[in-house]
């Protein structure tokens, strides 16, 4: 069966065996904005939850990526510093309709949960802490959980095919969740492994038939144009406000856009540790009041820098002066992801065509599957229970709830959200209405 895709700027018509490729005709730009729109709206959890979704929309419903070229663009985004489900989006987006499905795609990933985040900014800077939003999320939180221990078993089944996934698999998630080891060092062993070592390495196959649709100085070109898109604008504010925090947070965080490889958990200890000790923008117990309010909101996790920089800027110079931090904070932390996708896109079916460098994708895959079981298990923890601390026994941590803070109403909420979409095989968005509403009215009788 043949299936084809509209023609964009990265490719045309082509066999269904290509590792993108499925068997459904492309849609038009206006039914692939809805379902950016939905994923946008919709994309609780942080990244497992969010990757989850994607896949069940544009997948299992749409049939737009195949399976294995969704998991190719994953294996690609893991290795990119910043939000990986925001990425994945965007090349989603790319695949179907070249540049400007790659812009739709990735910025209505973001934007839904960007403009939540700014209004409980606002509230959060002349009011405080909101009870009412914190009980309106009870119940998110523990549907996001059911979400991401569904994506963790979808992926396992995907990635796990064998002894030596399922090794290195659990090697990732001991690495991560008790020693602590960097998430580019674990990523960088196992992907060395598999380019070396593994079944795929070994195929008797030179390389498919499979080359990247552009030329070298298409790339150079996609390069210095996003150069530019991301820094001219940055360097232009600095310059015509004097220095002012507007510049400090433009390069503060165009330099966490780069440096920061893992997905946001990765951010959260790097820019927390400079937001608080070296700049003064932001306590502690701020930070961690944006960190819950951006775990509980649509979009990605990484939009905790757009808090931080609201109120960094509503700190030092009011209202207005905090909707301008807001927009530089995003456009130093977003802006670079469309230039890692758009100039790499085009070789990530390449990337996967390669006997060797598929053995290190496959690792990767693997290791994929120790991350989101570490972040499963770190979100299930920090939801269950109110206190939950880090306990160092020599090189090994291991966190340690509080039984006393054990929370039975997100148990309730859980099982019941673990019910309707496990069991009873509803959406994603329904249950999370009913979770909201649950947890509200548990939070108002309890």
């Given at each position: 069966?043949?299936?084809?895709?509209?023609?964009?700027?990265?490719?045309?018509?082509?066999?269904?065996?290509?590792?993108?490729?499925?068997?459904?005709?492309?849609?038009?730009?206006?039914?692939a904005?809805?379902a950016?729109?939905?994923?946008?709206?919709?994309?609780?959890?942080?990244?497992?939850?969010q990757?989850?979704?994607?896949?069940?929309?544009?997948?299992?419903?749409?049939?737009?990526?195949?399976?294995?070229?969704?998991?190719?663009?994953?294996?690609?985004?893991?290795?990119?510093?910043?939000?990986?489900?925001?990425?994945?989006?965007?090349?989603?987006?790319?695949?179907?309709?070249?540049?400007?499905?790659?812009?739709?795609?990735?910025?209505?990933?973001?934007?839904?949960?960007?403009?939540?985040?700014?209004?409980l900014?606002?509230?959060?800077?002349?009011?405080?802490?909101?009870?009412?939003?914190?009980?309106?999320?009870?119940?998110?939180?523990?549907?996001?959980?059911?979400?991401?221990?569904?994506?963790?078993?979808?992926?396992?089944?995907?990635?796990l095919?064998?002894?030596?996934?399922?090794?290195?698999?659990g090697?990732?998630?001991?690495g991560?969740f008790?020693?602590?080891?960097?998430?580019?060092?674990?990523?960088?062993?196992?992907?060395?492994?598999?380019?070396?070592?593994?079944?795929?390495?070994?195929?008797?196959?030179?390389?498919?038939?499979?080359?990247?649709?552009?030329?070298?100085?298409?790339?150079?070109?996609?390069?210095?144009?996003?150069?530019?898109?991301?820094?001219?604008?940055?360097?232009?504010?600095?310059?015509?406000t004097?220095?002012?925090?507007?510049?400090?947070?433009?390069?503060f965080?165009?330099?966490?856009?780069?440096?920061?490889?893992?997905?946001?958990?990765?951010?959260?200890?790097?820019?927390?540790?400079?937001?608080?000790?070296?700049f003064?923008?932001?306590?502690?117990?701020?930070?961690?009041?944006g960190?819950?309010?951006?775990?509980?909101?649509?979009?990605?996790?990484?939009?905790?820098?757009?808090?931080?920089?609201?109120?960094?800027?509503?700190?030092?110079?009011?209202?207005?002066?905090?909707?301008?931090?807001?927009?530089?904070?995003?456009?130093?932390?977003?802006?670079?992801?469309?230039?890692?996708?758009?100039?790499?896109?085009?070789?990530?079916?390449?990337i996967?065509?390669?006997?060797?460098?598929?053995?290190?994708?496959?690792?990767?895959?693997?290791?994929?599957?120790?991350?989101?079981?570490?972040?499963?298990?770190?979100?299930?923890l920090?939801?269950?229970?109110?206190?939950?601390?880090?306990?160092?026994?020599?090189?090994?941590?291991?966190?340690?709830?509080?039984?006393?803070?054990?929370?039975?109403?997100?148990?309730?909420?859980?099982?019941?959200?673990?019910?309707?979409?496990?069991?009873?095989?509803?959406?994603?968005?329904?249950?999370?209405?009913?979770?909201?509403g649950?947890?509200?009215?548990?939070?108002?009788?309890?």
């Amino acid at each position: 069966m043949t299936g084809r895709h509209t023609e964009t700027g990265s490719q045309s018509a082509e066999s269904s065996d290509t590792p993108g490729q499925s068997d459904t005709e492309a849609p038009s730009f206006q039914d692939a904005l809805g379902a950016w729109t939905r994923i946008g709206v919709t994309s609780f959890g942080g990244p497992a939850a969010q990757i989850a979704l994607m896949h069940k929309v544009i997948v299992e419903e749409k049939g737009w990526l195949s399976e294995r070229g969704f998991l190719n663009a994953l294996n690609f985004c893991m290795l990119l510093p910043g939000p990986e489900a925001m990425q994945l989006a965007t090349y989603a987006g790319w695949r179907l309709h070249g540049v400007a499905g790659g812009l739709a795609a990735g910025l209505m990933f973001v934007l839904p949960g960007a403009g939540v985040i700014l209004a409980l900014g606002l509230l959060y800077a002349y009011f405080g802490s909101v009870p009412l939003v914190s009980a309106l999320f009870l119940g998110i939180k523990a549907a996001v959980l059911v979400i991401v221990i569904e994506a963790l078993i979808k992926v396992a089944k995907r990635a796990l095919h064998e002894t030596s996934h399922w090794v290195i698999a659990g090697l990732a998630f001991v690495g991560i969740f008790f020693l602590d080891l960097p998430y580019p060092l674990l990523i960088a062993a196992f992907a060395a492994y598999g380019f070396f070592f593994s079944n795929a390495a070994d195929d008797a196959g030179e390389t498919q038939a499979v080359s990247p649709d552009v030329s070298l100085a298409d790339t150079v070109r996609t390069i210095s144009t996003w150069l530019a898109i991301w820094l001219i604008p940055l360097l232009a504010i600095d310059l015509a406000t004097g220095g002012s925090i507007l510049g400090d947070i433009g390069w503060f965080f165009s330099t966490l856009a780069v440096v920061t490889f893992g997905g946001a958990y990765a951010v959260l200890a790097y820019m927390a540790q400079d937001v608080v000790n070296h700049f003064g923008w932001l306590t502690a117990g701020e930070m961690m009041d944006g960190l819950g309010l951006a775990e509980t909101t649509p979009g990605p996790l990484i939009l905790v820098t757009q808090f931080v920089g609201f109120l960094s800027g509503f700190r030092e110079g009011g209202v207005w002066l905090a909707l301008a931090a807001a927009f530089v904070t995003l456009w130093a932390t977003f802006a670079p992801c469309f230039l890692w996708i758009f100039a790499g896109a085009p070789y990530i079916e390449w990337i996967g065509a390669q006997p060797r460098l598929k053995g290190a994708l496959s690792a990767i895959t693997a290791a994929v599957v120790g991350v989101i079981l570490n972040l499963s298990v770190w979100f299930a923890l920090h939801v269950f229970f109110s206190t939950v601390e880090p306990q160092r026994y020599g090189f090994v941590t291991v966190w340690q709830p509080d039984a006393s803070s054990l929370d039975w109403r997100v148990i309730v909420l859980a099982l019941v959200s673990g019910a309707l979409l496990l069991w009873r095989g509803w959406s994603i968005l329904p249950v999370l209405a009913i979770a909201a509403g649950l947890g509200v009215t548990l939070s108002l009788t309890t």
